[in-house]
C-alpha cells in the first residue's frame, strides 16, 4: 500500500508552547490530508480536512486557532498545536486520500503535555 | 450526514476460527467501504476495501461482502492467528476526496 509518513511519533512538551506534527505522502501527491484525534480505546475523530493550497476545513467543535492546519504541497500537511495544555494530550493520526479514493494513515503521534 | 455503525464492539475467538465484523451505513451515496486494522500504539492500516459496484472481495484469509440494498457491509476472517488481534475499523465514503466516516471499532482477540 501506499506510505504516508508522519513524524515525530511522539514528543512531550511544557505546557504553553506549541508543537507542529508533519504528515508526507512518500509515493502519491495527495490533495487531500484529513487530521484526527484519537482518545484511548475510542474511534477516530476528525478534526480537519486539509486541502493543498487553501483552507482547512474544520469540523465542528474543533478550535481552528488551536490546532493550525497547512497544506502548503500535494506531499506535505502540518498541525501545529498552539499553546498547548495537558487536554490536548492525545494521539493524532493524519491521512492522505489518493486519487483513486483510498485512505491511508500515518503512524500517529503521541503528544503529551506536562 | 452519514452514519456508521459497528457491531460487535469485542470478539474473542481461538485460534484457527472464523471472526466476522458487521458494519451498516445510512447514505446510499456511499460507493468506497475500506476496513482497517490498527495496532496498539500505531496508525490504521488498509487490509481490504470494497467499492460499491462489487458484492464480495478476497485477499487470502480476509474477504469483504457488501450489500447496498440493506446497507451493509462485513469482514470476514478465516483461519485466525493471534496476529490478527487488534481493532478493526469500516468506514464508508462518497469517494472524490470526501469524508471518511468510521464505525466505532472492534477489538479482536484471538487467543492460541
Known amino acids: 500500500g501506499a506510505v504516508v509518513s508522519q513524524h515525530p511519533s511522539w514528543v512531550i512538551c511544557k505546557s504553553g508552547t506549541s508543537v507542529k506534527i508533519e504528515c508526507r505522502s512518500l509515493d502519491f501527491q495527495a490533495t487531500t490530508m484529513f487530521w484526527y484525534r484519537q482518545f484511548p480505546k475510542q474511534s477516530l475523530m476528525l478534526m480537519a480536512t486539509?486541502?493543498?493550497?487553501?483552507?482547512?476545513?474544520?469540523e465542528q467543535g474543533v478550535e481552528k486557532d488551536k490546532f493550525l492546519i497547512n497544506h502548503a504541497s500535494l506531499t506535505l500537511s502540518t498541525l501545529t498545536v498552539t499553546s498547548a495544555h495537558p487536554e490536548d494530550s492525545s494521539f493524532y493520526i493524519c491521512?492522505?486520500?489518493?486519487?483513486?479514493?483510498?485512505?491511508?494513515f500515518g503512524e500517529g503521534s503521541r503528544l503529551t503535555v506536562l | 450526514g452519514e452514519n456508521v455503525e459497528q457491531h460487535p464492539s469485542t470478539l474473542s475467538v481461538q485460534e484457527g476460527d472464523s471472526a466476522v465484523i458487521k458494519c451498516t451505513y445510512s447514505?446510499?451515496?456511499?460507493?468506497?467501504f475500506p476496513w482497517y486494522k490498527q495496532e496498539l500504539g500505531k496508525g490504521p492500516q488498509l487490509i481490504i476495501d470494497?467499492?460499491?459496484?462489487?458484492g464480495e472481495k478476497k485477499d487470502q484469509r480476509i474477504a469483504v461482502t457488501l450489500n447496498k440494498t440493506a446497507k451493509h457491509f462485513s469482514l470476514h476472517i478465516t483461519e485466525t492467528q493471534p496476529e490478527d488481534s487488534a481493532v478493526y475499523f469500516c468506514?464508508?465514503?462518497?469517494?472524490?476526496?470526501?469524508?471518511?466516516?468510521f464505525g466505532s471499532g472492534t477489538k479482536l482477540n484471538v487467543k492460541p
Open positions: 447514505d446510499s451515496a456511499s460507493n468506497y
Open positions: 468506514a464508508a465514503s462518497m469517494g472524490n476526496f470526501n469524508k471518511f466516516y
Open positions: 470494497i467499492r460499491s459496484n462489487v
Open positions: 491521512s492522505a486520500s489518493r486519487e483513486t479514493g483510498e485512505l491511508f
Open positions: 486539509s486541502n493543498e493550497g487553501s483552507k482547512a476545513t474544520y
